[in-house]
């Protein structure tokens, strides 16, 4: 999936890449984190098929982002849909010893990490939207995100569903559990 870099979206667009909310399970109930009024969300590393820029990533900004992953500070939609890497060359590369989701190297240890998901960064009055699968970018093909993102990623916070404004779906919408 293709979303520019720092494309700024609309005014009370939910936290996901989507125009639609994601359900999010909360306390065994469904519905929906909004972001609060006021914030802009702004997606970095939707990268479909192309790589928008590369270069040097600082590696404070790689173990901030693994520590938020391995914390869970994703943002994991109720049906847990599947995303895989549109630059990795075919599935050889994405089921590594018939698991699913890449295999990344960092500081002489590996992860593996899932492909759904996604961060959420706050940095003043904008939210930075990643993909949980940006330390495969940044790490396997050497994507640069942008220098507000880095920079966020270095001072700002990262979100939880917990921090967002929450509204429950009436009881004919619930999402059953995944």
Known sequence: MFIPDLVTLAEGHPPSPYPFPLPLSKDDRWGMGL??????????????????????????????????YQANALF?????GWHDCELCPGPEAWYPGGQIGPIITWRGREYRLRGYGHHLICSGTDVFMAPALILHYILDH?????????????????????????AELPPSAETPSA
């Open 142 to 166: 050497g994507y640069g995100p942008p220098r507000d993102f880095v920079e966020a990623v270095l001072n700002g916070t990262f979100l939880t569903p917990d921090d967002l404004p929450w």
């Open 35 to 68: 972001l609060p009024q006021g914030l802009s969300l702004r997606p970095v590393g939707w990268l479909g098929n192309s790589l928008p820029t590369t270069g040097p990533v600082p590696d404070e900004v790689v173990d901030r982002l693994l520590h938020a």
């Open 76 to 80: 994991i939609d109720g049906t847990h």
